[in-house]
């Protein structure tokens, strides 16, 4: 490899580098997008607020422990012990961002002019979307880790208004796609992200590698925005993932 080519990859890498690095170090993700503050619709009313995994309170970890626990523990049977400790280590990791639903159960106007965080006590939690910005196969991603809601919210079009979201801040932080995880006992998930919103299989998935059998458990989901990520991330049947 020449040397103007060896630069040019060099080069490349710390732009990928840096864009990821100013993407997590924003202290509020959602502030560019007022508009996705709140969300109505009819008997439901809630704010979203930004958090980050280094910062969460005790009270909050727990809250995070319980309905990860409650929504997730009968997908994953007997591994649920172990996925748990796996769970609880990525919750609180700097890189770690989170969307915390609020409920407004008192009837007061969420007034952005005086915008306070009430994760605690103002108003209670509803649900919470775990994301980061990283790396996939040198792609710059948004990945989601977890999109989990209260059952009393759910079905009120709340997930596919969180994922607009999702969209508008990897868009807002020069990320090539969004990348997720769904285990493919979870009907309704994949139902959700492939039928609903027009996500595809990635070939990074395991279903797509090359493998002489597929057991496991999940598929990685993708949408691309630009035509590199698309060439690598979402690459056709006929074109196998390599090893």
């Not at 990821?20 to 202290?27: C, L, Q, R, Y």
């Not at 990525?90 to 952005?112: C, N, P």
């Not at 508008?168 to 998930?189: C, G, P, Y």
């Amino acid at each position: 490899m020449d040397l103007k080519k060896r630069r040019k990859i060099l080069e490349k890498k710390k732009t990928i580098h840096d864009l990821i690095k100013k993407a997590s170090s924003i202290a509020d993700p959602l502030s560019p997008f007022d508009s996705f503050r709140r969300y109505q619709n009819n008997d439901l009313s809630v704010y979203l607020e930004s958090g980050r995994g280094d910062r969460l309170s005790s009270s909050v970890k727990q809250y995070i422990r319980n309905l990860l626990k409650t929504n997730m523990e009968g997908f994953y049977g007997s591994d649920w012990p172990i996925q748990a400790k796996v769970k609880r280590k990525e919750m609180s990791s700097a890189d770690a961002h989170y969307i915390f639903v609020l409920e407004m159960r008192y009837g007061k106007d969420y007034e952005t002019s005086t915008r306070r965080t009430c994760i605690e006590g103002c108003n209670q939690i509803a649900g919470f979307v775990h994301y980061r910005f990283t790396l996939e196969e040198e792609i710059p991603v948004l990945y989601v880790y977890e999109i989990q809601l209260e059952s009393r919210v759910q079905g009120k079009g709340l997930g596919d208004f969180l994922m607009q979201l999702i969209e508008r801040i990897a868009s807002k932080n020069r990320m090539s796609a969004i990348v997720l995880t769904v285990l493919t006992s979870n009907a309704l998930a994949m139902s959700f992200y492939m039928s609903k919103l027009g996500y595809r299989v990635s070939s990074i998935s395991p279903s797509k590698a090359n493998l002489p059998t597929f057991s496991a458990k999940y598929e990685i989901l993708c949408r691309t925005f630009d035509s590199e990520a698309e060439s690598v991330l979402e690459k056709n049947d006929e074109e196998p993932t390599k090893h």
